[in-house]
């Protein structure tokens, strides 16, 4: 976000790659996801390959060809990742760029990043994207998060759910996901109902007091002044969370 224009570089790394290069494939799966009218700047694109043994530096584009050639009738429908296995291949038929982390001219190859193809616009070229795997564990944190607040307003636990709030505030605003926003929404609404209720009860007292003229009780003084500092605790959370109490 901000930037005018990127460039941007693959690094595929020998190690993550896998015995069937499962991990190549992954890579390529999430930048083609990253994406979506990937063809329109594939010429951006440049590929580097880092901690490859010396007797496979060379195969790596016959192990490219490799990967398209034992591709599912699914994986060949996704245009945009047969578009980066294309270009991978083309790039690379002459010989990959190889690159160690310690020996390699870093100078030299910032200076071919400088004069290559660049992605203007980058706003409307890219979009939020996430593998499965790390999907799966937001997900798992999400439910963490929403289990401690619930857990929260059962105990009256103000300063945890107004930490446990910020953390699911921070996840939305960050990756602008509408089940995040959901869960979010939904903890707030959870918080917003107890808040409720506990209003109701505190004006019930009061009603009860003014329609049958009775003198209010230390108990009754005492659950009161409780829901007013509920109140109190709560406000810093009005202020932070908007949707507080609003459907």
Known sequence: KGCKSVKPVVLVSYKSSGDRYEGL????????????????????????????????????????????????????????FMNILTDMLYKTEDGAQIIDPIKSNAKKILRERVSSNAIHRPDEAFQFTITKNSKDT???????YQSNIRSGIKRFDYALIKYKLDQLKILNDLFNQEYIKQIYIDCIRDLSTHLSEEYQKGISILNRCLMYQTILTNEDIKSYQTYINHANHVEELQLRHAHLGKD
């Open 25 to 80: 494939k992954n890579l390529t799966h999430l930048l083609a996801g990253l994406i979506p009218e990937i063809k329109d700047y594939i010429q951006a694109f440049s590929y580097l390959f880092t901690k490859y043994p010396e007797n496979e530096r060379g195969t790596i584009h016959a192990s490219l060809k490799d990967i398209y050639s034992t591709l599912n009738e699914k994986e060949k429908s996704d245009i945009s």
């Open 138 to 144: 937001v997900h798992e944190q999400l439910r963490n």
